[in-house]
């Protein structure tokens, strides 16, 4: 079980071959993109990923906010796990991606 302050991801499972995490609520967190754009994501998160994508490091990100380095890299694991990456370059990437098609009018 994963947990944390905000409780984005409780529970993780793989099936078919991909991860999959369920949120508090019960709503599911699969590599097909449900909860992935940043609006879906709690305040917290939120701004720690737009901290990271500024080049923040866990240290600076956790003076910036008044948090512990430990509770910053916990963020991090969860923020991963939503968006299905194991690093931060791949996080940028996906969070510009995933913004980037929420902006774009489907035709």
């Known amino acids: ?6 409780r984005v991801v409780s529970s993780l499972s793989e099936k078919r071959g991909a991860w999959r995490g369920v949120d508090a609520s019960g709503v599911s967190l699969d590599s097909a993109g449900v909860r ?3 609006g879906d994501l709690k305040l917290r998160h939120r701004q720690i990923l737009h901290l ?3 080049g923040l490091r866990n240290s600076e990100i956790a003076a910036q ?7 910053i890299k916990g963020y ?4 991963f796990l939503v968006f299905d990456v194991t690093n931060r370059t791949e ?3 996906r969070f510009v991606a995933d913004a980037a098609d929420a902006e774009v009018p489907r035709l």
């Open 52 to 54: 990271i994508c500024r």
């Open 91 to 93: 996080l940028v990437g």
């Open 36 to 38: 992935r754009a940043s």
């Open 76 to 79: 991090v694991r969860q923020l």
């Open 65 to 71: 906010l008044g948090l512990t380095e430990s509770t």
């Open 1 to 6: 079980m994963i947990s944390g302050k905000g």
